[in-house]
């Protein structure tokens, strides 16, 4: 097996465990909290997909499918363009409202479109190559494309993890 198929796989499964937290979800769960300071599923699933959007099309060198494809008009959230969830306080989260599973459903499939184009199209030597020199080491592509795995599954499952709390209610 190559690398790419082993992260297209994870890729896959990420996109998988997206689907499983939304469909059939019903819309008003989107934006409950299970405490006042708690994420909820509508932040957690727009989070981990603005991640992996912003981190991958940088290291591809292509646009954000956010501002490419019309998902930030079609989304309206209060924020910065640029904005992916990260460092967002609990007043940040509360703002981010979402109001249809569709959505998040509909941006997840673009994501996971260019993810994948761009991981089908990568040799394992292509995964040495460095990427982000801010840090030491520098981070690698095979690294950053496994932190954003990383970030995106435990996510989707925090997210899985309250809609099966909020079903119960």
């Known amino acids: 097996m190559l690398s790419r198929d082993l ?97 998040l459903t509909g941006y997840s499939t673009e994501v996971h479109r260019r993810t994948a184009e761009f991981v089908r199209g990568l040799s394992d030597a292509d995964l040495d190559r460095v990427v982000d020199e801010r840090w030491d080491p520098p981070v690698t592509l095979g690294v950053r494309l496994v932190s954003v795995l990383t970030d995106d599954l435990q996510h989707a499952g925090q997210a899985a993890f309250l809609r099966g709390t909020l079903d119960r209610r």
């Not at 708690?38 to 991958?56: C, E, K």
């Not at 904005?83 to 306080?89: I, K, L, N, R, W």
């Open 7 to 103: 992260l297209l796989t994870a890729f896959d499964n990420v996109e998988g465990a997206v689907r499983g937290v939304l469909d059939g979800l019903d819309p008003a769960l989107l934006d409950e909290r299970i405490d006042p300071q708690a994420n909820t599923i509508g932040w957690l699933v727009w989070h981990l997909l603005r991640v992996q959007d912003d981190h991958v099309a940088e290291v591809a060198g292509r646009p954000q499918a956010w501002t490419d494809a019309g998902w930030a008009e079609r989304f309206d959230l209060p924020f910065d363009l640029g904005a992916t969830g990260y460092g967002f306080s609990s007043d940040d989260v509360a703002a981010t409202r979402v109001t249809d599973p569709e959505l």
